[in-house]
Each structure stands twice: as structure tokens, then as C-alpha cells.
């Protein structure tokens, strides 16, 4: 509240009747240069404990109160005396309007399934038709709240990729703090993960059917995700990606999609034979480039070094035993030889078999 002289003389030991609004209760005062008593209402500013209001001066007084009822309340505060009387009465007397609301908060919780795991990073819009939009995002354990809200009616509405909701949407009219019913969140994508012995195994192709047909190649992790399908039945299959020995378990996973109480939607297979890969041969009597133009001597011992290498994620060592390098039409064969395991270590790992037989020209 302001209290301000007009003129056209100073005035001291001022009292103004300012009681305590309705609906609230007094908490402090802050110092002033203003006595106040609550039980009357009655705002004094003494001379000579308080100098003269000059003309055309200010005083400010503060209550700080706290609410108890909630509604609309008058609030009037009016100038009772003065030294020397105030000659105009009009201006001795202000009014303003005291609205005191309820807040109350509005929580809930989302899901995966009817009985999954909490789902976190969902975000959630709260829509009102006086105020804003306002979002929240769920934490690690799938909850979310919106603080201080007046009363009456609020939408709820949640989103984030590839899942859909039951219910897609609440309303509530709210009158107190209210905790809705959990948002039920149902996978609309599927993923396929390939490992080898505890390793992830990227690079494998992954076949999908069902209502909708793709492929994938799993990633560095090892899974391949297939997103935004439809409700229903999906099968799943790793293929050997021009590795006929490959070789994993199981060879296929049927998964549903959309149904509510199924919130695992990730087929898991073990690569359960890693086959290396012949990259190149290298043809060699002596002295020989890449490329293996370097013609070869009939009848002279020679070397053939195999380059082999593992699908990327592969560590552990692989035999390869009983190795036979064969000629065309049975002109020649090579001497059963066995390799030793062979390492990934990003690149390729040559082994040799040796052969005294005379190479076939092709």
C-alpha cells in the first residue's frame, strides 16, 4: 500500500483504517515507518517517532498474509485523521479486489504393458483452455508432475517414438491434488540381436515378415531395429550374408507387436558357427605381387597362401582345420594342411598350404 500528500500542507501522525483481508491470516509485517494493530486494523505513522509526510511524498507499507479460504474478496483501505485535517475527503480512500485461489498438483506414471517397466523419456502435454500448454518428460521410473495448477479442467497427452498409448489421452477436472491412472505404452517396432560367444555380431542381415516386409543389418551393437510397424504377428530371421557356414540359434523368433500386455519385442539369436571368410589367394614360387601376375613355373614347389578374415565383433579364435585346395578337373590337389586359428583383429590373417604338385594353369 502507498500513502502519498497531495498538499497542500506536510501532514503527520496520519491513521489509516486497513484491516486484514478476508480469506487470510496476518503472517509479518515488514518494517515500516508505520505502527500497525491487527485486531483493529488501525495503521498509525506517530510524529514525532515518524517525520511529517512532506507534500507531494510517499510512504509505503507491507502485510504479508497467508490464504485460508478460497474466493473473491474486498480490500479498502481508508485515511481516518490527520494533522492537519485533510480538507478533501475524496481522495481518502482506495479499494482493490483480493482473489484467492487453490493449487494443486496433477501426477501419473507411464508403462510398458499392462504390467512392464516403467518408461522414461515420454513426453507429456498438459492442455487447459485459459492458460498455456505446458510438457513434462518422465524420469527413470516412468513418473511426471505438474505443480501449482488452479482449478478445473486439464488434458493429458502422451508421445515419444514408436509406441502407442492406452488411453491416448485423460482428462480430469481437477479440484484437489489428483494422481491419474498410468498411461499404458505398447512397442510398435521389433528388434532383432545377434551375438557370438558374449560379443555382439554387427553386419548380419535380418529378414522381416509379417503384415510388413523389410531387411536390416545389425548395427554395432548387434541389433537391427525395424520401426513404425502395425499391430500383429512379425517374423524374424538372420541370414548368412554369403556364409554358408554360418549357422544360428534359433533360425527364426515370431514376435507381437501391439498387443498390450507384451512389452518385449527383441528376438535374440547366438551366431553359434562364425565362419571365416576367404578374401583372397596368393599364388606364390618366389617372388610375387599382389595381384598374381607373375607367371608360375610348371613343376616348381610352390607356396598358396589363403587370406582369411571373421565377421566384424568375432574375437575369440577360430580353427580352420583340413583345409584342400583343389585344381580344376582334378589336375592337382594340395596336401591336406591344417591352419591355425585365426584371430580378427580388424584386417586379414593369411595361412599358408604348401603343394610340390604341378599348379593347374587355371
Not at 126 to 139: E, K
Not at 267 to 292: G, K
Request: glycine fraction near 8%.
Amino acid at each position: 500500500m502507498v500513502v502519498t500528500n497531495l498538499g497542500p500542507r506536510e501532514a503527520s501522525n496520519i491513521t489509516v483504517l486497513v484491516p486484514v483481508p478476508p480469506g487470510t491470516e496476518l503472517v509479518r509485517i515488514p518494517p515500516s515507518h508505520w505502527n500497525f494493530d491487527p485486531p483493529s486494523g488501525r495503521l498509525q505513522r506517530p510524529f514525532p517517532l515518524y517525520r511529517p509526510l512532506w507534500v507531494d511524498g510517499e510512504s509505503f507499507f507491507e502485510m504479508e498474509v497467508r490464504a485460508t479460504n478460497t474466493g473473491t474478496f474486498p480490500v479498502t483501505a481508508q485515511i481516518i485523521a490527520s494533522e492537519p485535517p485533510d480538507s478533501v475527503a475524496a481522495n481518502n480512500a482506495a479499494s482493490n479486489t483480493l482473489t484467492v485461489v487453490r493449487f494443486s498438483h496433477l501426477t501419473g506414471s507411464v508403462r510398458c504393458g499392462t504390467n512392464g517397466p516403467a518408461l522414461a523419456a515420454v513426453t507429456v502435454t498438459l492442455t487447459a483452455s485459459n492458460q498455456p500448454p505446458r510438457s513434462a518428460v518422465t524420469g527413470a521410473g516412468g513418473t511426471f508432475i505438474f505443480s501449482n495448477l488452479i482449478a478445473g479442467p486439464y488434458t493429458l497427452t502422451v508421445s515419444t517414438n514408436n509406441y502407442s498409448f492406452s488411453p491416448p489421452h485423460q482428462t480430469v477436472d481437477l479440484q484437489t491434488t489428483t494422481n491419474l491412472p498410468p498411461f499404458v505404452a505398447t512397442p510398435r517396432f521389433v528388434v532383432a540381436e545377434v551375438r557370438a560367444g558374449g560379443s555382439a555380431v554387427p553386419g548380419i542381415a535380418v529378414q522381416l515378415t509379417g503384415p510388413a516386409a523389410a531387411q536390416s543389418l545389425t548395427d554395432a551393437a548387434g541389433r537391427a531395429v525395424f520401426t513404425n510397424l502395425n499391430p500383429g504377428v512379425y517374423t524374424l530371421t538372420p541370414l548368412t550374408n554369403g556364409q554358408p557356414a554360418a549357422r544360428f540359434s534359433p533360425t527364426n523368433v515370431s514376435v507381437t507387436v501391439g498387443h498390450p500386455t507384451n512389452c518385449d519385442t527383441t528376438a535374440r539369436f547366438a551366431l553359434t558357427s562364425p565362419a571365416a571368410v576367404l578374401r583372397a589367394l596368393e599364388v606364390n614360387q618366389a617372388i610375387q605381387d599382389w595381384e598374381n601376375s607373375v607367371p608360375l613355373v610348371q613343376s616348381k614347389s610352390t607356396v598358396v597362401r589363403a587370406h582369411l578374415q571373421l565377421p566384424d565383433g568375432v574375437t575369440n579364435p577360430v580353427l580352420v582345420a583340413g583345409a584342400r585346395l583343389r585344381g580344376g578337373a582334378g589336375r592337382y590337389s594340395s596336401r591336406p594342411t591344417s591352419l591355425p586359428g585365426v584371430a580378427n583383429s580388424g584386417g586379414w590373417t593369411g595361412a599358408v598350404v604348401r603343394t610340390d604338385d604341378p599348379p593347374s594353369a587355371t
